[in-house]
């Protein structure tokens, strides 16, 4: 079992509509990254967070430490918004630790207009 | 705005070839990681670096590859010895702190052949 599942695997949204993409993670984190990956295959940092909420534009990411679960909203969709969303968790790790990340398999979203 | 660069984009090598792939990390960044995806698979961690040495490795991350930081600025990894299975993307990623996100570089695509 992977220690980071991604749902869905495949979305495909009309432009304006509102989008949510779930993680759940079955290990101890310290934080839990949600990042964007464009078909060039460039990867972009959009959130790091370890409780609560963060909002940037139109995206919005929660998380639920008690559950193991995290959610990335898009409200407003875009056929820019196409792309791979991949969640990745980083350990809770000291200081002087590698803090590697685990990542997800990613979520293929695809905007129509 | 700062970002971390990697150099080449795409690099093809023959099988038993030995390459380096090259990054500039974010400059008052600390800590240094290489992953690689596989094409169709998801990102993996190979290893992190702090401090001029490796604080952590993945069971991928064998004696065929090395990590150096040769000058201050230039992060590079190199594979010995390629082998087909070593094609996909590698991408660097940097953080300035335990509390900080990582920013990844665009990726180095690397074909053996």
């Known amino acids: 079992k992977n220690e980071v599942e991604q749902s869905p695997q495949n979305l495909t949204a009309q432009e304006g509509e509102f989008i949510t993409i779930n993680c759940s993670y079955s290990?101890?984190?310290?934080?839990l990254h949600w990042l964007q990956q464009h078909p060039g295959g460039g990867i972009v940092s959009l959130f790091m967070l370890s409780s609560g909420k963060k909002k940037h534009g139109r995206l919005i990411a929660t998380i639920n430490i008690q559950e193991k679960h995290s959610s990335l909203h898009i409200t407003a969709s875009h056929p820019r918004d196409s792309a791979v969303y991949i969640c990745a968790v980083k350990p809770p790790t000291g200081e002087t630790s590698g803090s590697r990340l685990t990542f997800g398999e990613g979520t293929q979203l695809t905007v129509n207009p | 705005e700062p970002e971390v660069t990697q150099t080449p984009s795409h690099q093809v090598t023959q099988m038993g070839q030995e390459v380096i792939l090259r990054c500039v990390p974010i400059?008052?960044?600390?800590?240094f990681y290489w992953y690689r995806q596989i094409l169709g698979q998801k990102v993996e961690f190979l290893v992190s670096f702090y401090n001029n040495e490796i604080s952590e490795k993945s069971e991928i991350f064998d004696d065929q590859f090395s990590v150096e930081r040769p000058d201050g600025s230039n992060f590079t990894l190199k594979i010995r010895s390629t082998k087909l299975e070593d094609s996909a993307m590698y991408f660097c990623a940097s953080r300035q702190g335990a509390l900080y996100e990582q920013y990844f570089g665009p990726g180095t695509r690397l074909t053996v052949t």
């Open positions: 400059s008052n960044h600390l800590y």
């Open positions: 290990v101890g984190i310290s934080a």
